[in-house]
């Protein structure tokens, strides 16, 4: 689909799916318009990360603006070199917008844990403070077939889960798990657990990779915007 608009009404609209108000403190000067390019805008393309790979694709589809869940600028930049050279010049030549949804999408109503709560069918959800927790009828074989990418690591003994905790990217917080304990899990799933967490947490973790809980929101966006989606996972191999 071909948008007819500027650049002012899609920040506008960008702002009424995941308010700017609901990001972390951490994601300050992190989200909205982070690369600024040609103000008439036609073509969206929309990924979970601004790679190399999805800038070229994005720029071989012709795009005016690429939505993205991660900044490719995490950190203050002193010096333009490197990859980081690489990615701006790529995206700053095809005069393309670059855009970053990020925890205001998280928390956003039909963002990223919205999201992922529907992909795994839980049911009569309750809100954390990041992340949703829902009954489940999916035992731990079902919920790794229904996340991209396949396979998920399980920590602690894992019988019937009757209530899933879900947070998508990072959300291994001891605090958030002693909360989805509190509101009745049987398990958290969630990304990039560290062992301490895991030794430590009072029910199972489910460990699946950042792009697996993420990525599905992004591609559910660019459907219902009309947008064209680039996936591109990560090469993930586990070896037994």
């Not at 990418?149 to 009757?162: A, C, D, K, N, Q």
Request: with cysteine; hydrophobic share 45%.
């Amino acid at each position: 689909m071909r948008y007819c608009m500027d650049i002012h009404e899609f920040v506008t609209a960008m702002e009424q799916v995941a308010p700017p108000e609901l990001a972390e403190e951490y994601d300050a000067g992190r989200i909205g318009l982070i690369v600024e390019g040609r103000s008439d805008l036609g073509t969206v393309c929309c990924a979970l990360d601004a790679t190399q790979r999805v800038v070229e694709a994005a720029v071989a589809a012709g795009a005016d603006m690429l939505v993205v869940h991660h900044t490719p600028l995490w950190n203050p930049v002193t010096a333009v070199r490197g990859p980081t050279a690489r990615l701006l010049r790529s995206l700053l030549s095809s005069g393309m917008n670059l855009y970053v949804m990020h925890t205001n999408f998280d928390h956003a109503e039909g963002g990223v844990n919205d999201v992922l709560a529907a992909r795994l069918g839980l049911q009569r959800t309750e809100r954390m403070a990041a992340g949703l927790v829902g009954d489940c009828t999916l035992n731990a074989k079902e919920i790794a077939r229904r996340l991209p990418g396949g396979g998920i690591r399980i920590y602690g003994e894992v019988s019937t889960i009757r209530r899933l905790a879900v947070v998508g990217g990072s959300g291994f917080d001891p605090d958030l798990i002693q909360e989805a304990a509190h509101l009745g899990a049987d398990a958290f799933l969630s990304a990039e657990l560290k062992h301490s967490v895991a030794r430590a947490s009072p029910i199972p973790c489910l460990e699946a990779t950042h792009y697996a809980l993420e990525a599905p929101a992004m591609e559910v966006l660019a459907s219902r915007m009309g947008w064209h989606y680039i996936p591109d996972p990560p090469h993930v191999v586990v070896v037994p």
